[in-house]
């Protein structure tokens, strides 16, 4: 029985300090920390339903507690300080901490406990939650938005600038009432809008309002001055509005900014919320932490009108500043960007121009057309390049002792392993035979290139796109792209295939560009969009994305080795012989058109990349050109020959680029 009340005592003693709900254990210091600490807690937890308290009835202090934080959206971090005795009193800080957004907000509030037979009731007053605050006084966020950086172009040129427009609506001080319905559904028609749901908002809009209909940047032939000014109360206000020069300028490559998906907010860990504003695609998603800044806060509370008519008074308890995103730095060079995309506006498939600067691989313009749907062919495309890869032949080829005059034997067909391989239709009977390599080509002979394949092995080629700057790590460019792909292992009819550009070798404009940009630098050249080192510095590396109609490919930014040692870069000298074999495509082959572009010399390759399974098959249009310092690649997907297609295009930009 000894036992048994021992036992009996000891789990009475357990139950009792579990319990632990502010009874005093005893009538000290012990059971007033305790206490003080069960308020804290039970604060933290938003819950007080269960403590004794005084000044207010339990339940309604529970309901004051969970109005007054509801509109903060989070719970607070609460301790007990030091406890001060005095009788049967005790007073203690209360230390607040609360993550609001990216802001910190730390407060203390006084606390008191009196003793209550044997139990420490807590005396309720709303100054318990945050100094200061009122009876019916509830607090709530107002978020203060940072203003989000910029994206310039070369020489930080704003891409984004205040420029003019024209806001169309009904002006409702210009006409009679009983005219509004028949103007708002006039005008609506006009502006291509909801004619019932305009028409209801100029309904409910005020005698004095102008009610915008739409923003357009210029007038255009379906929506003139005339046309608006002759509906009844039709009003065009000219105004201005940050935009970028077009509707759609590099959208692929820069992105967009508008409201956070359900998406993006759940992925963002709590970074954005509802109604916030984020990039999606492109630069603006890549670098949205950066640009995105953070925004302030301000944690207020309303007071209660004391009248009717009066506004209530808006108490600030605590605000944080925003901080203001960082401008993202470019080489994009806006006049050329806009050139390239309207050189792109008739093309119908996917299609690409990609510009750089090969003294300092500047990616001057990078503009996928309006086929391309919004998708990012410049730089994430992956296509077989054609005969625009016989430059890297050519240079595998000067490796192994060849010369531009060295003679290459130019059959009408060619069979390796059962698959026979031809020449484009069409090609001169006079460059048959046994011709020199710049008149191969000039004329671009696949059977000439393929000839030689036993001359220059699969991992040469490798070699020599690496020597030109394709396959191999993009460190300054700071943005997604496909860098091109060139297997280093390949046999019989795939090697064939390679010499001519086929096969599993794959580029994008990007890497086309890169590569003629290498040859008019007369060394490789790395490309560069993005300059802040530090927004460079903190953006993941380059991954490969899949276009619709080319194969996946390891071969990416993240994932292309660097040179290896036996990789020796092109020099200047054999950059020469090849800039010579690429002005020779300009003065004696296909591409005699680009002789009538002004200024410097142009050198230049066409290529035609066969894919798909059709008879006859279908064909990549690609042409790369070096003009000056000036380096460009132009691809249309199932555009036919290279010449005739992409060429016009070339010559169109090189001509307006000046």
Not at 33 to 38: D, M, P, T
Not at 233 to 250: E, K, V, Y
Not at 364 to 385: F, I, R
């Amino acid at each position: 029985m000894g036992k048994m009340k021992t036992r009996n005592l000891v789990l009475g003693l357990v139950a009792l300090v579990m319990a632990g709900s502010l009874t005093a254990c005893d009538d000290g210091r012990a059971g007033a920390e305790g206490a003080a600490k069960q308020l804290a807690s039970s604060l933290a937890a938003l819950d007080v339903g269960s403590l004794t308290v005084e000044g207010k009835d339990a339940s309604a202090a529970n309901d004051q507690l969970k109005a007054v934080f509801e509109g903060l959206g989070a719970k607070p971090s609460v301790q007990s300080g030091d406890v001060k005795l005095d009788g049967e009193t005790a007073t203690f800080p209360l230390n607040y901490s609360w993550n609001i957004g990216s802001a910190k907000w730390e407060y203390s509030s006084a606390a008191t406990l009196k003793k209550s037979g044997d139990k420490w009731a807590v005396q309720w007053k709303p100054q318990l939650l945050a100094p200061e605050l009122s009876e019916d006084e509830t607090l709530s966020v107002k978020t203060v938005p940072a203003q989000r950086g910029q994206i310039l172009g070369a020489g930080d040129a704003p891409i984004v600038e205040d420029r003019p427009v024209f806001r169309v609506g009904i002006d409702k001080t210009k006409l009679a009432a009983n005219q509004a319905d028949a103007s708002a559904r006039a005008m609506a028609a006009l502006l291509g809008l909801d004619v019932e749901e305009y028409a209801k908002q100029v309904a409910a809009s005020g005698p004095q309002a102008f009610v915008e209909g739409i923003v357009l940047r210029a007038y255009t032939p379906e929506i003139t001055e005339a046309k608006i000014t002759a509906i009844p109360g039709g009003a065009s206000i000219l105004d201005s509005m940050a935009l970028a020069p077009t509707r759609t300028f590099a959208r692929a490559l820069l992105g967009s900014v508008g409201q956070a998906s359900a998406e993006q907010i759940e992925k963002s860990n709590g970074a954005l919320r509802a109604g916030d504003a984020t990039g999606t695609g492109g630069l603006q998603q890549k670098y949205d932490s950066l640009l995105r800044g953070k925004d302030g806060v301000e944690v207020v509370a309303k007071q209660e009108a004391k009248s009717e008519g009066e506004t209530p008074a808006t108490k600030v308890f605590f605000s944080s500043l925003p901080v203001p995103g960082t401008t993202l730095k470019t080489t994009l060079d806006l006049k050329l960007q806009q050139l390239a995309e309207e050189t792109l506006a008739g093309v119908g498939p996917a299609s690409a121009i990609v510009a750089l600067k090969p003294s300092t691989g500047a990616v001057l313009a990078a503009a996928s057309g309006p086929g391309s749907n919004g998708y990012n062919t410049a730089m994430l495309g992956q296509y077989a390049p054609g005969s625009t890869f016989k430059i890297v032949d050519s240079l595998a080829l000067f490796r192994d002792g060849a010369t531009p005059d060295s003679k290459v034997e130019c059959t009408p067909t060619l069979t390796v392993d059962g698959r026979t391989f031809k020449n484009s239709e069409g090609y001169p009977e006079s460059s048959l035979g046994s011709v020199t390599l710049r008149d191969a080509f000039a004329h671009s002979c696949n059977t000439a290139f393929i000839n030689a394949r036993d001359t220059v092995s699969q991992d040469q080629l490798e070699s020599a796109a690496m020597a030109l700057g394709v396959a191999v790590e993009a460190p300054k460019l700071g943005a997604d792209a496909f860098l091109g792909s060139v297997p280093g292992a390949a046999e019989g009819t795939e090697h064939a295939a390679s010499m001519i550009g086929q096969g599993k070798v794959l580029f994008s404009p990007l890497s086309a560009a890169i590569m003629a940009a290498s040859v008019g630098n007369g060394a490789p050249v790395s490309p560069q969009l993005v300059l802040n080192p530090e927004a460079q510095n903190s953006s993941a590396t380059s991954t490969p994305t899949e276009s619709g109609s080319a194969p996946p490919s390891s071969a990416s930014a993240s994932t292309a080795p660097a040179s290896p040692p036996s990789t020796k870069p092109i020099t200047k000298e054999e950059a020469a012989a090849l800039s010579d074999m690429m002005r020779a495509v300009v003065t004696s082959g296909h591409a005699g058109f680009l002789a009538q572009v002004p200024g410097a010399p142009v050198g230049a390759k066409t290529g035609t990349a066969e894919f798909g399974n059709d008879d006859p098959p279908k064909t990549h249009a690609w042409i790369v050109a070096v003009h000056g310092d000036l380096a460009v690649a132009v691809f249309v997907e199932d555009g036919g020959l290279g010449a005739t297609t992409s060429g016009p295009l070339l010559k169109s930009f090189l001509t307006a680029a000046g």
